[in-house]
Nanobody, 116 residues
Framework: QVQLVESGGGLVQPGGSLRLSCAASTSIFRFNSMAWYRQGPGQGREMVATSPNTGSNFYADSVKGRFIISRDNAKNTVFLQMNSLKPEDTAVYYC??????????WGQGTQVTVSS
């Protein structure tokens, strides 16, 4: 059973920063990619940032230049550094692990609220 546990969410003012963490219960090398998604109020879930095992990271246009995805393979942890946060970044953020054969795994989500 794969478990993904997110942490680091909270309330931040516009222009502020937060760093989300996702700890996996198994080696993240098992997955073809690790990613962060988010779901805002009344919206569908959207991809924010993806870190493939090979190749370059990629981002949603709305967060390019502000968010950075990174990983610590030794600790089976993925991070999302979020800078210059805007109210429209308010959402529940989910960690995703994707394996081409076994499918997708999701964390429970962490709330990020950007408000003054």
């Amino acid at each position: 059973q794969v478990q993904l546990v997110e942490s680091g969410g909270g309330l931040v003012q516009p222009g502020g920063s937060l760093r989300l963490s996702c700890a996996a219960s198994t080696s993240i090398f098992r997955f073809n990619s690790m990613a962060w998604y988010r779901q805002g109020p009344g919206q569908g879930r959207e991809m924010v940032a993806t870190s493939p095992n090979t190749g370059s990271n990629f981002y949603a246009d709305s967060v390019k230049g502000r968010f950075i995805i990174s990983r610590d393979n030794a600790k089976n942890t993925v991070f999302l550094q979020m800078n210059s946060l805007k109210p429209e970044d308010t959402a529940v953020y989910y960690c995703n692990a994707h394996n081409q054969i076994t499918g997708d795994y999701w964390g429970q989500g962490t709330q990020v609220t950007v408000s003054s």
